[in-house]
């Protein structure tokens, strides 16, 4: 929720004119901007916009699918969507929102707006994921120190784009920065990777010091990761006989194995299920 109206208007204009694709936008309602970057992001072509039915939209949820179809057709923008059917969408979620609300399950906070999120330029999806792992420590009450300490982790790990995973790696270290009272004293695995380079370059200067204190004597790569690594496709192709009904399941399972795996076995257990049951013949007289 942190693009702001012209950026994406800009982005927009500059992608239609350098690609031939549909061009799709994806915000949150974080900030309270969305509504309005998605008009713009629509005058200058974008070709969709993802939004929310209004019950489940708002705050780091997607802008209301309603109001953003209302405002499209005052503009003259036929969407193919109608207001009987969405709705009926919508008094259908109400109740289950309500089920999640009363449980705790759905934080009240995230469905508001949270304008701090353009000073520490915190996604939308981000925050969700910070209020969950804070509440899942009981430490809900530490958010405005973790809220300040992401941006500085960004600035130590050399300004990361902070979409997935990096977003989540980040956000993992402001928290655990701020629980454990020291900066840095915990590193994940993933962060440590991140600065031998196993995720590419970073985008600006990443701290001397952390690199330090986290490698130690080892020294970031100075050449692609992915040059390191021997092709596996062939051979993980030939494992998966049996298992892989396509090069996009090899692909999976190269990227998630457990995941992939799991799916894979499960598809084929769902092929073979046996009923067992048994068929009595009525007695006469009965319907």
């Known amino acids: 929720g942190i693009m702001g109206p012209q950026e994406a208007y800009d982005l927009i204009r500059a992608l239609k004119s350098n690609v031939k694709v549909p061009v799709f936008l994806h915000t949150h309602s974080t900030t309270g901007l ?18 929310a ?27 193919g969507l109608h207001e009987k059917v969405l709705k009926e ?3 259908y979620f109400k109740p289950i929102k309500s089920k999640y609300v ?8 995230v469905m508001g707006t949270e304008t701090d999120a353009l000073v520490y330029q915190i996604p939308g999806g981000m ?6 792992q804070l509440k899942a420590q009981n430490a809900i009450d530490k958010l405005d120190e973790v809220l300040a ?13 902070l979409v997935t995973p990096m977003s989540q790696m980040v956000g993992v270290q402001a928290v655990a920065n701020v629980l454990t009272g020291e900066r840095y004293k915990n590193i994940s695995k993933e962060i440590k990777a991140y600065l031998k380079g196993e ?37 993980t192709k030939k494992q998966l006989a049996g298992l892989a009904y396509n090069d996009e399941d090899v692909l999976s399972y190269i990227a998630f194995p457990p995941v992939a795996e799991k799916y894979f076995r499960e598809r084929e257990e769902s092929k073979t ?5 048994i068929i009595q013949k009525k007695p006469e007289g009965t319907v």
């Open 199 to 235: 995720y590419g370059f970073a985008p600006g200067q990443v701290d001397e010091e952390l690199i330090q204190k986290v490698l130690g004597d080892e020294k970031p790569m100075t050449t692609r990761f992915a040059e390191t690594l021997e092709p596996i496709f062939e051979e």
């Open 53 to 79: 039915i209004s019950c489940f939209s708002g705050g780091t949820s997607q802008p209301h699918t309603e109001s953003m179809q209302y405002s499209l057709k005052q503009m003259g923008y036929e969407t």
């Open 273 to 277: 299920k046996v009923v067992d049951y």
């Open 102 to 109: 009363e449980s705790g399950q759905m934080d009240a906070f």
């Open 89 to 91: 969408i919508n008094d």
């Open 149 to 161: 300490e992401t941006p500085v982790v960004r600035k130590d790990l050399g300004y990361p784009p």
């Open 34 to 51: 969305a509504p309005m970057t998605y008009l713009k992001a629509v005058h200058a072509g974008c070709d969709g916009i993802d939004t």
């Open 127 to 132: 925050l969700s994921n910070l209020i969950a």
